[in-house]
């Protein structure tokens, strides 16, 4: 994602939810020093996995478990959203991409990694704890951010877990991109969580 493009929005997000963006680009920093080599994998990687494919982005609506009954799971390469590593786990599905700020079901997301997902870690500014206590567990990682990349740190688009799968998709080149797990007019959420899932939506709807 051209960094330009994607500035208003993130300008706009930092304003409707009162996020700070030094504490974004620092989180950013401490997440970059964090990824060193080993741990880290190259978004040739992704290309390789999404290009040309069928993709299914897996987000965390309590509807997940039993709309991935409906899909042919093998036809797809499975992008799961944060807490939907855990629905898509316990059913023996192992994603192939991860995308996490960290504040899911974070152990089963650990598991799912030592199985073969690449996890792409999302620093922000409320989440820097959750960084620095399990970034250490995870291998095969590619670093993002909603503020400006740098080095080692991306930015594909995108705001909540769930819209930054598709943004990731879209950006490899996928052929079609399928939801599971949406559910944005969810009634049983906290209001900040309605709060994003209006952005989610929004986001997706651009797209
Ligand atoms: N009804 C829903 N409840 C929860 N998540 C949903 C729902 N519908 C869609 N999603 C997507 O699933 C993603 C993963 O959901 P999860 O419950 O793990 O939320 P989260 O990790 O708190 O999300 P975020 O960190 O992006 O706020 C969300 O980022 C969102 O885009
Ligand atoms: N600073 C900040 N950035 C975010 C946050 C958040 O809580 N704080 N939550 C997100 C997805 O839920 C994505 N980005
Ligand atoms: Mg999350």
Redesign the pocket.
């Known amino acids: 994602m051209d960094f330009k493009k994607w500035e208003p929005v993130y300008e706009a ?1 930092l304003e409707d ?1 009162g ?2 963006k030094e ?2 680009q620092n989180a950013a920093n401490i997440l970059s020093h964090l990824l060193i080599g080993p741990n880290t994998t190259s978004t040739d990687v992704l290309e390789e996995l999404i290009s040309g494919k069928d993709v299914l982005v897996c987000g965390n609506a309590p509807t997940l478990a039993q709309e991935l009954d409906q899909v042919k799971i093998e036809d797809h390469v499975v992008i799961a959203a944060d807490g939907a590593t855990a629905t898509l786990v316990d059913k023996g599905i192992i994603p192939a991409v991860i995308v996490t ?1 960290l ?1 899911g079901d974070v152990e089963k997301e650990i598991q799912a990694n030592q199985e073969g997902s690449i996890a792409v870690i ?1 620093a ?4 820097i704890e959750q960084i620095l206590k399990y970034v250490p567990r995870f291998n095969k990682i590619i670093g993002t951010t ?1 503020a400006k990349p740098f080095s080692n740190i991306y930015n594909f688009g995108g ?3 769930g819209d930054r799968c598709v943004f990731l998709a879209g950006e490899f080149n996928a052929t079609s991109i399928t939801l599971a797990g949406f559910d944005f007019d969810d009634e049983n959420v906290t209001e900040m969580k309605h709060k ?1 899932l209006g952005w989610a939506k929004n986001l997706l709807g651009v797209l």
């Open positions: 997000i939810f996020f700070s504490d974004d700020d504040d999302h922000h500014g409320d989440n909603q705001f909540t877990d994003k």
